[in-house]
Every structure is written in structure tokens, then in C-alpha cells.
């Protein structure tokens, strides 16, 4: 199964320290189903039923990823994209030569 990926990634704070990067509607629809029974309420279905519908191609992607930061914003868990993202980093290795 082809994911079907949004334009941009949506950050949503996990844990504390955790920003999980939702890539695509299967992340979303994961992201939602993991969140905690107690909390699901009619932003969680609505959003949830949206990622569903666009899964399965009665609704455009960019509606789906607008679903899931909306339910992001609503939760105060969405977040602004990482100045620095880890392969930007240059690392200094050596060039993975090997000397014997």
C-alpha cells in the first residue's frame, strides 16, 4: 500500500520531550487511534473520520492534514516545524575511510 503523504509534515507533541512527525494519513490516523480512550471526543471523531475519508479517497489529502493540525491546535499539542532538522548536521566522521 502507497502512503498517501502530505505536502508538508504536522508536529504534535507526544510526551514531554517526544514531537512525533506526522508525514501522511496513515501517520495521522495512527496518531489518532493511539490517543487515550478518556480524552476522545467529537474533535478526536471528526478528525479521525476525516483522515478515513481521505484514506480512502472521498476527501483530498490537504483536508486530512488540515484535520490533524486542527485537532493539534485544539489539544495545544501542535508545534511549529525544527529550525534544525538531523541531517543538516554536519557531522564530523572522517570520510569512512579505513587505514590499516
Known sequence: MIAKMFDRPVYLKERRDL?????????????????????????????????????????PLPVARDAIRAFGAKKGILMKAPAVRPWMINRQSGGGHVIF
Do not use: S
Request: aromatic share 8%; net charge negative.
Open 19 to 59: 514531537v512525533r512527525e506526522i508525514n501522511c494519513v496513515e501517520d495521522a490516523i495512527d496518531f489518532l487511534e493511539d490517543w487515550p480512550e478518556p480524552d476522545k471526543d467529537l474533535d478526536h471523531e471528526a478528525a479521525l473520520r476525516t483522515c478515513y475519508m481521505a484514506q480512502d479517497g472521498l476527501k
